[in-house]
């Protein structure tokens, strides 16, 4: 209970979950260098934009960490398509590279999703080149998008229960939305959800979301989801968020944790869990190209 009297959900935090994913794939760094590999996540930065060398600096030096090499090309902002696609068919080509990652965003002229179906797809650590997309589809082995990959194993983490439950996602963007929902109606006993997909065509969608055991906000619409949207004791996992500027404004409301059984924190949430999955994608792909997977 609250100061005020009304029940708080219980939290669903993506640090811990985070920490064992990484803990993982430290485990297997060691075990394909023992084996004579050296697992190699490359990057890729275009333009100078602050933030985007922030994160990238903030992911090297994690891969560092975590044993990985991380070969770099850091592109003038006035780069061109054929640059980039040049950048990308040299780490395609390099054997000893198994994961590429490319800073997202990239300067307005280029066009990422034309750069992304470049790379070769057993190298694309986002899990977002269409091959993988179709590959999810499909239920094929290959590298998960990592935010819906990341909201399956934090909801697994915290044993919130998934299979047979009826989970709805507000949102069907090609990010989270839309994978998530194959994610999570896959045959797995992390999955097997009853699941619904709600968006602007659905006008009436909080008549899904009140219903819903697991709700996930996936829509990118600050302060969408408010307390009458959510079943009271259900799950609330909040993956949408808007940046302006540096401040973080999300999908859900903070006041649905008086409503809600469990959700996830306004911070450190899905986001935590989205970078792990990179680095186990990464790690996943050395393991496939060595054959020690
Ligand atoms: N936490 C993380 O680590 C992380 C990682 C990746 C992405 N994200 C966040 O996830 C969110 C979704 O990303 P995305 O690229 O998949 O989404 P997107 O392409 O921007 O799509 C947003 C979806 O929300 C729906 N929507 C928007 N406004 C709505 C409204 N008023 N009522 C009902 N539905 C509405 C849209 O419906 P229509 O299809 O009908 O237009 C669309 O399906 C973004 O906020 C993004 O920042 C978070």
């Known amino acids: ?19 064992q994913v990484l803990a993982e794939v430290a485990e297997s760094v060691v075990a394909l260098r023992a084996a004579g590999v050296t ?10 934009d602050d933030a985007s060398a922030g994160y990238i600096r903030i992911k090297q030096r994690q891969a560092a960490e975590l044993g990985f090499v991380s070969p770099h090309v850091h592109l003038a902002a ?13 780490f395609n080509a390099d054997k000893a590279v198994h ?6 965003p990239i300067p307005g002229h ?3 999703d034309r750069a992304l179906a470049e790379l070769d797809p057993d190298k694309d650590v986002d899990g977002m080149h269409p091959v993988n997309m179709g590959r999810l589809a499909l239920g094929l082995p290959g590298p998960l998008p990592c935010t819906p990959a990341g909201i399956e194993a934090l909801l697994a983490f915290h044993g919130v229960p998934v299979a047979g439950r009826e989970v709805v996602i507000l949102g069907r963007g090609a990010t989270l939305g839309r994978p998530l929902a194959m994610l ?17 065509g659905v006008p009436d969608w909080a008549r899904y979301t009140r219903r819903a055991e697991i709700l996930v ?10 307390p009458e949207h959510v079943r009271p004791g259900g799950v609330v996992i909040g ?29 450190g949430g899905v986001g935590p869990t989205t970078v792990a999955m990179l680095f186990r994608n990464a790690v996943r792909a050395a393991q496939r190209a060595s054959g020690l997977g």
């Open 184 to 200: 999570l109606a896959q045959k797995r006993p992390t999955a097997n959800a009853a699941v619904t997909v709600v968006h602007t």
């Open 39 to 48: 697992p190699a996540l490359a990057t890729v930065l275009v333009g100078d």
């Open 110 to 112: 280029l066009d990422y």
């Open 99 to 104: 994961g590429v990652l490319v800073q997202y």
């Open 1 to 19: 209970m609250s100061s005020s009297g009304t029940t708080t959900a219980r939290l669903l935090p993506g640090a811990p979950v985070a920490e």
């Open 217 to 226: 906000a996936a829509a990118g619409v600050p302060g969408i989801i408010q």
């Open 78 to 90: 006035s780069a061109s398509q054929a640059d980039l696609h040049a950048v990308l068919a040299d």
């Open 239 to 267: 993956g949408g968020v808007r940046y302006e500027g540096r401040r973080l404004l999300p999908d859900v409301d903070e006041s649905c944790a008086e409503v809600a059984g469990a959700i996830t924190p306004r911070v």
